[in-house]
């Protein structure tokens, strides 16, 4: 069986989570705790020397950064699709997503936020502007792209959730959990409640955890 390394408030590990469940593949989560460094340890270094999750196993096969995990996903489970079929549709599915998994991801990431704290001596309050302003910057644009769009639907595109989706919730799950508000940015939030409708994006939502 597929096992999934991350821990349980990981937004990148639900992102493998929402796209395991939604296509119905089996998987177990194998959970460490980062309060520990346990993703430091060299057990897991030697699966993902980069010391981020998840990591996806499978027998042999190791893969890591969850966009190359729905990729995967999506070429060995075609079905139900998370991209869409047209070529023009899927670039702009991927570049939603990217959105927030270059944009946004790595600069409010966990170590980034240690390393702003701890290292530089930043304060708590010092800490979360600079999440508020990049999660805002970001939003923000992804909100004027989504209300602009007459691709969008009930989803980032379309009637059924893609990839973008997935990234999107899981981004906007971390910013509730740092306490950004994101309640101006209207569209993002129907798009949110549109997914949170299934279980499988409900189910291991972070914040409830
Ligand atoms: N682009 C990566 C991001 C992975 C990532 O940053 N994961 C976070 C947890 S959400 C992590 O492992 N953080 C560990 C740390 O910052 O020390 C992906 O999508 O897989």
Redesign the pocket.
Known sequence: MIKLF??PI????Y?ACVALDLKGIPYESVFMD?DRKE??EAKYLAINPQ????ALVDDDLVL????A?MEYLEEIHPEPALLPANPAARARVRGLAEIC?CEI??II????R?YLAEDMGHTPDEVSRWLTHWYGRSFATLEELLASSDAKGKFCHGDTPTVADIFLVSLLS?AQVFDVDVSGFSTLMKIEAACLELPQFRDKLPRLL
């Open positions: 991350g821990w990981s937004s990148a590990h992102r980062p993703h430091l010391g981020l999750v998840p890591t950064q969850t966009m995990i998994n991801h790595p990431n966990r170590r980034v240690l971390a």
